[in-house]
């Protein structure tokens, strides 16, 4: 009899050891390495930042100011501060008079004012 609980234990202890598959563990990923931009410096040698382009809720507003002043743009006004009451945006002109020349606006709660 005690052959055969022991005999039972072990078919069932041996029956979890099969069901249960584990998976090998995935090695990190390595970070790809990049070389560093280079640094974008104005004439006097000032390190200039680049913002990178985020829609903001009052983009529309502020592209059909810039129009409206002669600057229109493929890529549209895009937020330079945080969203927020108070925000400011920027749109680089592309086309017409103001061609080469950025349009920046601040709007406080919608209310945009170009700068």
Do not use: W
């Not at 931009?37 to 382009?53: C, K, M, Q």
């Not at 129009?67 to 749109?91: F, H, I, W």
């Amino acid at each position: 009899m005690k052959h055969a609980l022991v005999l039972i234990a072990v078919l069932l202890g041996g029956c979890t050891l099969f069901k249960s598959k584990m998976e090998p563990a995935r090695a990190p990923v390595a970070a790809v390495a990049r070389p560093a931009p280079a640094a974008l410096l104005d004439p006097n040698g000032t390190p200039i930042e680049r913002v990178p382009f985020r829609m903001g809720v009052s983009s529309a507003t502020v592209e059909k100011m810039a129009k409206q002043q002669g600057c229109t743009s493929g890529q549209g006004a895009g937020l330079v501060t945080e969203a927020g009451p108070v925000e400011v945006y920027r749109m680089r002109c592309e086309d017409g008079p103001m061609r080469g020349k950025v349009f920046m606006a601040r709007c406080e709660l919608r209310q945009c004012v170009k700068m």
